[in-house]
């Protein structure tokens, strides 16, 4: 049989197993050739476990060389030295400063953008309540505690501030029947008013050229009135919508720099602390932490000795610079 004749016959296609739908879980099935890298990889461990048992179990604990004076081992483990040379302190006093220019740098152009977004919260009339009042304040319209904390934390309203609740008009009452009298008469002033239906009488058109009175003059005009302020009613729902998009932007936004101004200044304040630490004079350790919302600018020479009080480690989370005071040297 010649080979054209042998290709030209149909063959069956042998594919490969695959994998059981209840274990499908384990994906695809493992073949042959995935098993001899498997078995490779795992007998290429055990072997240098071997290797590594052998050479403990040969080792002379009475072997010395002159080298192992200038090693050293921490907790058993001999640690190499990778020949680094320290760099003099006055490089790395440059170097902090420079890294405490770059931190200064960007914390003002950070205070600049925080100040652009206080201005334009400053400038809506809706910040804290709206103008409309059919917006009841449990709606989208209302500040949540953690829009008003970044408001108070921005300086944009006062601490503190919290909205005056309404007035309330206490009347006492001789008996139970004039309460009962009294809470009818309160009740009845609260109902809604009854809306008052205009029907219109509808006019045929007989196709007489007829002399428009004034009456349905006024009717027309009252019309159009009316779609006109169907018109302005919906587009001042969209601004308004659009207004509350706006302002939970912007608050949204100052929150995060304000969070990030917190950050560079303690950045800041540790690498000025670093610097000073590595430089001269005789100095004492206040407090390990920060107190959480502690003004930065307190003059540290003023602080009380015995007010300094040692806290716990701070949290990696939420650091906090450290406080040191130092001592008064007379300059020549």
Same mark, same amino acid.
């Given at each position: 049989?010649?080979?054209?004749?042998?290709?030209?016959?149909?063959?069956?296609?042998?594919?490969?197993?695959?994998?059981?739908s209840h274990r499908a879980k384990f994906g695809i099935l493992e073949k042959h050739k995935d098993y001899v890298q498997r078995a490779r990889d795992y007998h290429s461990k055990q072997d240098r476990i071997?290797?590594?048992?052998?050479?403990?179990?040969?080792?002379?604990?009475?072997?010395?060389?002159?080298?192992?004076?200038?090693?050293?081992?921490?907790?058993?483990?001999?640690?190499?030295?990778?020949?680094?040379?320290?760099?003099?302190?006055?490089?790395?006093?440059?170097?902090?400063?420079?890294?405490?220019?770059?931190?200064?740098?960007?914390?003002?152009?950070?205070?600049?953008?925080?100040?652009?977004?206080?201005?334009?919260?400053?400038?809506?009339?809706?910040?804290?309540?709206?103008?409309?009042?059919?917006?009841?304040?449990?709606?989208?319209?209302?500040?949540?505690?953690?829009?008003?904390?970044?408001?108070?934390?921005?300086?944009?309203?006062?601490?503190?501030?919290?909205?005056?609740?309404?007035?309330?008009?206490?009347?006492?009452?001789?008996?139970?029947?004039?309460?009962?009298?009294?809470?009818?008469?309160?009740?009845?002033?609260?109902?809604?008013?009854?809306?008052?239906?205009?029907?219109?009488?509808?006019?045929?058109?007989?196709?007489?050229?007829?002399?428009?009175? &004034?009456?349905?003059?006024? @009717? *027309? !005009?009252?019309?159009?009135?009316?779609? %006109?302020?169907?018109?302005?009613? /919906?587009?001042?729902?969209?601004?308004?919508?659009?207004?509350?998009?706006?302002?939970?932007?912007?608050?949204?936004?100052?929150?995060?720099?304000?969070?990030?101004?917190?950050?560079?200044?303690?950045?800041?304040?540790?690498?000025?602390?670093?610097?000073?630490? &590595?430089?001269?004079?005789? @100095? *004492? !350790?206040?407090?390990?932490?920060?107190? %959480?919302?502690?003004?930065?600018? /307190?003059?540290?020479?003023?602080?009380?000795?015995?007010?300094?009080?040692?806290?716990?480690?701070?949290?990696?989370?939420?650091?906090?610079?450290?406080?040191?005071?130092?001592?008064?040297?007379?300059?020549?």
């Open positions: 049989m010649t080979s054209s004749l042998r290709n030209s016959l149909h063959r069956r296609n042998h594919k490969e197993r695959s994998q059981l071997t290797r590594l048992r052998q050479k403990a179990a040969d080792r002379n604990k009475d072997e010395f060389y002159f080298g192992m004076n200038k090693e050293r081992t921490v907790q058993g483990v001999h640690v190499k030295d990778r020949g680094n040379i320290s760099m003099p302190m006055d490089m790395v006093k440059l170097l902090k400063t420079q890294d405490e220019g770059y931190v200064r740098t960007m914390r003002a152009n950070g205070i600049k953008k925080i100040e652009r977004i206080k201005s334009q919260l400053t400038a809506l009339a809706n910040l804290i309540a709206p103008q409309d009042d059919n917006i009841e304040d449990d709606g989208e319209d209302a500040l949540d505690e953690t829009d008003l904390e970044t408001l108070r934390e921005a300086g944009i309203i006062p601490p503190g501030t919290k909205q005056r609740p309404p007035p309330r008009h206490i009347i006492f009452a001789e008996n139970e029947v004039e309460a009962k009298q009294l809470s009818q008469r309160q009740s009845s002033n609260k109902a809604k008013p009854t809306i008052e239906v205009d029907v219109e009488r509808t006019e045929v058109d007989l196709g007489w050229k007829t002399v428009e009175s &004034a009456s349905s003059r006024r @009717r *027309r !005009k009252n019309k159009c009135s009316a779609v %006109v302020s169907t018109g302005i009613v /919906e587009g001042a729902e969209e601004t308004r919508q659009l207004n509350v998009q706006n302002r939970k932007r912007l608050l949204k936004e100052l929150a995060a720099r304000l969070k990030r101004d917190t950050q560079l200044r303690y950045t800041q304040r540790e690498l000025e602390m670093q610097r000073l630490l &590595a430089g001269k004079g005789g @100095r *004492r !350790k206040l407090r390990g932490v920060e107190e %959480v919302g502690a003004e930065n600018d /307190e003059d540290e020479d003023e602080m009380d000795d015995a007010a300094a009080s040692k806290t716990s480690k701070a949290d990696e989370k939420d650091y906090k610079p450290r406080v040191y005071k130092w001592r008064i040297e007379r300059k020549r």
